[in-house]
C-alpha cells in the first residue's frame, strides 16, 4: 500500500472559513476518488512550535492509484480552488506501507 | 486520538547507511514507548518532484502520550544519535482522528 503525506501551512491571511472549507473539501475527496483506500486529516493542534497548519493521510493500493488521485478533477478542484488561494507551503512525502 | 506526522530532509552528504539507521530507529520506537498506539514511516518513493525525504506517522491516545514520547529517552536518543546528524529540514504536524 501507498501511503501519501501532504503537510500545508495557510497563510497569514487565511481566514477560519476558508480553512474550514479546505479541510471539508479533503473529507469529501473518498466519495469522489474510489482509489482511496483511507483518509485522515486535521488542523494542527498547537502543541509544537513551528507546525504546519494543516495534515492529511491517504493510503492507495500503489503508485497507480495515487497517479490517478492526483489527475483525478475532484483533486484538481479542490487544489485549484480551496487550497491555492490560502496556501504558503506545502511538504509532502510518499512511502510505502 | 491524536496523529503524529514528521517530514524528514536529509543533508546531502547524508549516506544510505545513516539513512536506513534513521529508519531502523523509528521502527524500533513502538518496542520502546508504550504510548506509541500504532507507527508507519518509511522513505519517499521519488514520485514527485520537492518531496521530504522520510515520513513517519505515529498515533498516540491523547496529547500526554505524545508529550511521554517526546520526552522519552528511546526517542531524545533517536533525535540526537541518528537524525539530527543528517538531518536538513523538518516538517510536522498533530491532530485529532
Redesign the interface.
Given at each position: 500500500m501507498?501511503?501519501h503525506?501532504v503537510?500545508l501551512r495557510w497563510t497569514p491571511e487565511a481566514t477560519t472559513a476558508q480553512r474550514r472549507a479546505a479541510e471539508a473539501g479533503f473529507q469529501a475527496l473518498p466519495r469522489a476518488v474510489e482509489e482511496i483506500r483511507a483518509l485522515?486529516?486535521?488542523?494542527?493542534?498547537g502543541?509544537?512550535g513551528?507546525?504546519?497548519?494543516?495534515?492529511a493521510?491517504l493510503d492507495f493500493a500503489d503508485?497507480d492509484g495515487?497517479?490517478a488521485y492526483q489527475e483525478h478533477p475532484a483533486h484538481r478542484a479542490l487544489v485549484a480552488d480551496l487550497l491555492k488561494p490560502i496556501l504558503a507551503e506545502r511538504?509532502?512525502?510518499?512511502?510505502?506501507?
Open positions: 501507498l501511503r503525506i503537510l485522515s486529516c486535521g488542523g494542527d493542534l502543541l509544537t513551528g507546525a504546519h497548519d494543516f495534515a493521510v503508485a495515487w497517479r511538504a509532502t512525502v510518499q512511502f510505502d506501507v
